[in-house]
């Protein structure tokens, strides 16, 4: 008997197989096509020829634990204790398994914004929890009277994503001063913030719970340096948490992985010395910029985007297809890839929207929206 029997192959995976099998311009799955910083490299290469090729730590490398506590500091003006309260693991996709693993008991609910992520609701599901959704706004900002109203006393987690994937809206203090609001009126919710696309946001700032300290015993982010170093393939994230919350998800990631990929840490380690991470919301913003631009002359609708590497965009002027007909029609017959909107949703909701990733070299967004053009 299949415990997840209703799981399927995820979007992601079935976007890029399909662009590869039929030669199209891949802008579904969220990953970069240009290659990374040179003294990433470098140091990746100066790293493997040392001796840093057994067992890391199970919680992280210190050097990467300590930098990430500063990087922390820098960003946010939070102190945090690396060795108690920062947990490396193997992406954001692990660190949010082993969190809701550890900290969510059998019959328990966790309260999930619609559309969401596809890595939340598994997680719960094998906890023999609930799930339970609830649908952003109209626009996709929280929709704070339906969030408190699913919030109840055997609600254990909130799971918030910000900025968000995959409609590249950000949260305003508005948004945390309601959430501050809600977790003060529930004092069993913890906050689980992911924020792997924290440092991808456009003209407003990037908020993070770590603003927060109201509730600080209570959130946990995660955060994904495949994100933000243009590295999706070295699958390395980090949790931050309070101590007592930490100790119970380092129990879960020392059987789920034990520890992560040593030469990674020991380089991203001494990598994080070098980089200046308050650059890459130009450097996303520009590439926004360009591919928007260069959409004007394809019969599209583009919603606007505030952060991440994601352009959500409407066809319902030009087409009554479901969106995953549509997005598979621009795929073979016009040969750009792309995600369709209801993946995002449980019962497959369909607004008629597709979500273009725009990390890709100049010629290749180029050529995709020439390709656009001519969509009928
Ligand atoms: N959360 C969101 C919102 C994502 O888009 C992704 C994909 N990067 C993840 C989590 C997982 O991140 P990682 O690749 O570091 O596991
Ligand atoms: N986060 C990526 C996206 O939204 C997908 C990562 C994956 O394929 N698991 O496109």
New binding site residues.
Partial sequence: MSKLAHVGTSIFTVMSQLANEYGAINLSQ?FPNFTVDERLTEILSKQAKENVHQYAPMAGFSPLLEKIAILTRQSYNRIVDPKAEVLVTA????G?FAAVQALVAAGKEVVILDPS?D?YETPILLCNAKPVHVSLHDDFTPNWEAINAAVNHNTRMLII?NPH?PTGKTWTAADFDRLEALAEANPHLIILS?E??EYITFEKAHLSIHQRPKFWERSIS?S????SFHI?GW???YVIAPEPLMREIKKVHQFLVFSVNSVAQATLSEYLDVVDLSALGKFYQQKRDFFRALMKNCPLELLPCEGTYFQVASYAGISEESDLDFSKRLLIDYGVATIPISAFYPDGKDLKLIRFCFAKDDSTLIEATKRLEKLR
């Avoid at 992406?91 to 692990?94: C, D, I, S």
């Avoid at 994904?224 to 994100?227: A, D, L, N, P």
Wanted: with cysteine; glycine share 18%.
């Fill in positions: 969220g992406g954001a996709t692990e949010i992520y890595c994503n994937n992911d792997v696309y995660v994904s340096f495949g994100k999706t699958k390395i994230g």
